[in-house]
């Protein structure tokens, strides 16, 4: 659910009427790469070139399709391609600079008494007065917006993870002298360094994600099964305009053994809650994780480990500098959880960017030898899975600075004892 336009305010984000793209960055990129443009094929992307949010990428993500091309000579002018019946959308939140190739058929009509609004009036243009210059299918329409962007010839990056082979086999057909590069890797690279908006609009998100974990604990009691809890967070989530993502509250040894379907625990007095929690606003992820307890753990084992991981998430913050390769934070934080007394712990990464999509670059693990840059965002985790144990889980959103790694949340890192709700 993408959130309505008022209340950009209340989390400190900009209205819409730019595109997210960190053009700087990107121009940097594709000089060294030696590429003319960019073709988003895949939500996240499109929306990082164009502020369309395509909803039918995720209720139909295998038929629908939608793109959005730039020339790195025009970043700020964003040429879409879609399905005709999607233009309110485009219209609502693309830059005025934007221009459509849409396809395909879509009837609306027209309440001959109504006074129409800015984007009622725009798809009466378009999807109405207009509706016969729709191209015939999406590859012709991505042929086209291709060519509007003076891209006919030139050498293009596309996310080559979703782009409908059908689309591009009319693509290549009509334009035999494009050069299609596969370019996944190079929208992350791009993406990796987050602007101020996206910066704030990570630390709304995070805001967020907090406020859930708080409303979840507010009716945590003995008796009280995963699902419960699991409906206050996702109540909190989505009246404030977010989506969420995978609602990870568990109980107990639960926590330890993997995702399951089934959410039907119940809490016991004195259990461990280990929440891993990942939604999203406007457009934007957050992924955190924290562990409370209804009572004094019986095992003492639970807060030491847990204070173990602690330390070792504090130190490995502490070595996120501008410079330091990603396989050193990784190799400082098991390094501490060993040291801090767990000394079999082991992982195969303890964090990873976040933004558009959860996991962006670089990854905090032994092969990523990545150098961290200032306005990287990461979330940093040591998780511990012991089997018939309880699961014990931190995790913090990162800012990385030029003085270092800045821990964005609010909520208590601590261990948490809380008396039950009643």
């Known amino acids: 659910m993408m959130q309505h336009d008022g209340a950009y305010a209340e989390h400190g984000m900009r209205p819409p009427g730019g595109t997210l793209l960190n053009q700087e960055r990107a121009r940097a990129v594709l000089a060294a790469e030696r590429l003319d443009g960019l073709l988003a094929t895949m939500l996240e992307n499109v929306y990082y070139l164009s502020n369309f949010w395509c909803e039918n990428l995720l209720l139909l993500p295998y038929q629908t399709q939608c793109y959005a091309v730039v020339s790195g000579a025009a970043l700020d002018r964003p040429i879409v391609a879609c399905g005709i019946n999607e233009l309110a959308n485009g219209l609502q939140s693309c830059p005025p600079t934007t221009e459509y190739v849409p396809w395909g058929r879509v009837y609306r009509f027209v309440n001959p008494a109504a006074e129409l609004d800015r984007v009622e009036a725009g798809v009466k243009d378009i999807v109405i007065d207009h509706l016969d210059e729709a191209r015939a299918s999406a590859g012709e329409a991505l042929a086209a917006a291709v060519e509007r962007a003076g891209l006919a010839r030139g050498r293009v990056a596309f996310d080559e993870r979703v782009l409908h082979p059908e689309a591009r086999a009319e693509l290549e057909r009509r334009l035999p002298a494009l050069e299609l590069v596969p370019g ?51 109540q909190t989530i989505v009246a404030a305009g977010g989506r969420s993502l995978s609602t990870g509250i568990f109980f107990g040894r639960r926590g330890s053994s993997g995702y399951t379907m089934q959410r039907d625990a119940v809490l016991e007095p004195n259990g461990v809650i ?41 130190r490995a913050i502490a070595a996120m500098r501008p410079g330091v390769p990603a396989r050193a934070i990784f190799e400082t934080g098991v390094a501490a959880a060993r040291a801090a007394g767990i000394p079999h712990y082991q992982r195969h990464h303890i964090g990873h960017g976040i933004g558009l999509e959860v996991y962006d670059v670089p990854l905090l693990g032994p092969n990523d030898d990545t150098p961290l840059e200032a306005g990287m965002v990461f979330e940093v985790e040591l998780p511990y899975y012991e089997l018939g ?22 909520l208590d890192r601590r261990f948490r004892v809380v008396a039950p709700a009643r």
């Open 184 to 234: 996944y890797g190079t929208f992350r690279r791009i993406r990796a360094v987050k602007t101020a908006e996206e910066q704030a609009r990570l630390r709304a998100a995070l805001r967020l994600n907090e406020r859930g974990i708080e409303a979840a604990m507010a009716v945590a009691a003995p008796g009280v099964r995963e699902w419960e809890m699991i409906a206050a967070y996702d």
């Open 274 to 314: 280990r929440f891993d929690t990942i939604l999203q606003l406007q457009g934007y992820c957050s992924d955190i994780a924290r562990n409370f307890a209804l009572g004094e753990p019986a095992d003492p084992r639970v807060r030491q480990y847990y204070d173990a991981l602690l330390e070792a998430e504090t």
């Open 389 to 410: 144990f309880a699961g014990l889980q931190i995790e913090d959103t990162v800012l990385v600075t030029p003085e270092g790694g800045e821990v964005l949340g609010a």
